[in-house]
């Protein structure tokens, strides 16, 4: 059986990164950008961090920051138009993975007009084309989208998150700037970094999973566990920032690659139908679905547990497996995560309607233990 290895071209790291742009845009010949980027980001001057580059390099661009946290169908059509009518060549994507998922939309319908309905996007759609150029520079250390080749849009009219996989999306550069993220509010950085520990475990466990990425994830497993509460609790911290912008994009190498399992699975529909930002979703989910998976990946639980600076000597493998999972639970507590459905407003009356989007994820199929609609039913209640 063959394997799959996608990454970017090029890839900048380090603080201060974001200035190595101009150089980036001149090698690769472009000549005006389409800067997608939200409102938030904008107001606390985020953005701008990165638009003065430009600014002193002379390079024109517009922006478009008509971007939801959770963004939708409209917002990808509203940014098709934005980028035809700038006359831009490229675009270049500050944000989380609402902005860069945005971004991925715009630049694979504007090559590929033949998906201009957006919603044939879902899944592996057959595109043709690269997506126009994206240089891409995240300002939270969790969805790795600068380097993956999924994204995910709300089908409004459905009421469901799309899962978009297409090795044509993936951004031609990422610049991960750490200084890009001091501004991350702690409750943003607890959620985003527990996002990328989510992505870390479930890409290792996925059925997927293979020698190259469990390297991957591993380290990103290991470098979240000993970064996250710094990057949380002193947010201006360069060691904490840069250790977690580096320990995501470690992780989303890989699990573009390989795929994820049934918290990213169950976390969607918490997303299209309640509005929960993603990572609190996963976050919140995560201990709870390893308990499930437990039974089928004992010996790798044993593995994370280790990873996550736990002395598993003298433990039998099952109390190791075990815990992994309690020291997923004691990070996502003491950075703040909600550990209750009913503390995010989501109620047993939900719960069949999240279930029903849950079964038909493009998620869930990779996770390690086969998993039934009547089982994700009590695992959402579990958690309620």
């Known amino acids: 059986m063959s394997q799959r290895f996608i990454l970017n071209e090029v890839s900048y790291f380090g603080a201060g990164s974001r200035k190595e742009l101009p ?8 000549h005006k950008a389409l800067v997608c980027s939200d409102k938030g980001l904008v107001k606390v001057g985020t953005t701008k961090m990165v638009t003065d580059v430009l600014d002193d390099a002379g390079f024109p661009y517009d922006i478009y920051s008509e971007i939801k946290p959770n963004p939708t169908v409209t917002n990808v059509r509203q940014g098709i138009d934005a980028f035809k009518a700038s006359g831009a060549d490229c675009i270049i994507a500050i944000g989380g993975g609402s902005s860069m998922d945005t971004a991925k939309g715009i630049g694979i319908v504007s090559n590929n007009p033949e998906f201009s309905d957006i919603v044939s996007l879902e899944g592996c759609a057959p595109t043709k084309h690269k997506s126009v150029p994206i240089i891409a520079l995240p300002t939270t250390a969790g969805t790795g989208a600068e380097v993956t080749i999924n994204y ?5 009219e459905r009421q469901a998150k799309m899962v978009c996989v297409d090795p ?10 750490p200084e890009l993220m001091y501004s991350l509010p702690k409750g943003l950085t607890a959620a985003t970094g527990m996002d990328a520990l989510t992505h870390a475990i479930e890409g290792y466990i996925t059925k997927g999973a293979w020698v190259m990425s469990d390297m991957y994830e591993l380290q990103a497993i290991r470098m979240i566990a000993e970064y996250l509460p710094l990057a949380v609790e002193e947010p201006r911290n360069p060691k904490g920032r840069e250790a977690m912008a580096l320990a995501q994009y470690i992780a989303a190498q890989a699990f573009s690659n390989v795929g994820l399992g049934l918290v990213h699975g169950m976390a969607h529909p918490m997303g299209s139908l309640h509005d929960i930002p993603h990572g609190v ?3 919140l989910l995560l201990p709870t679905i390893m308990e499930f998976n437990m039974p089928v990946c004992i010996e790798k639980f044993g593995v994370i547990a280790r990873n996550m600076g736990v002395n598993t000597d003298g433990m039998t493998p099952e109390q190791a497996a ?8 004691a990070l996502a507590i003491r950075v703040g995560i909600p550990q209750h459905l009913s503390e995010i407003g989501i109620t047993e009356k939900d719960i069949p309607a999240l279930a029903a989007q849950a079964i038909r994820d493009v998620c869930t199929p990779g996770n390690p233990r086969d998993v039934s609609e009547e089982e994700i039913v009590e695992l959402y209640r579990k958690v309620l």
């Open 23 to 30: 150089s980036v845009l001149a090698r690769m010949g472009l």
């Open 152 to 156: 995910v849009i709300i089908d409004e």
């Open 168 to 177: 044509n999306d993936i951004p031609a550069v990422a610049i991960v700037d």
């Open 281 to 283: 979703a996963n976050a």
């Open 322 to 329: 075990k815990s992994a999972v309690e020291a997923v639970r």
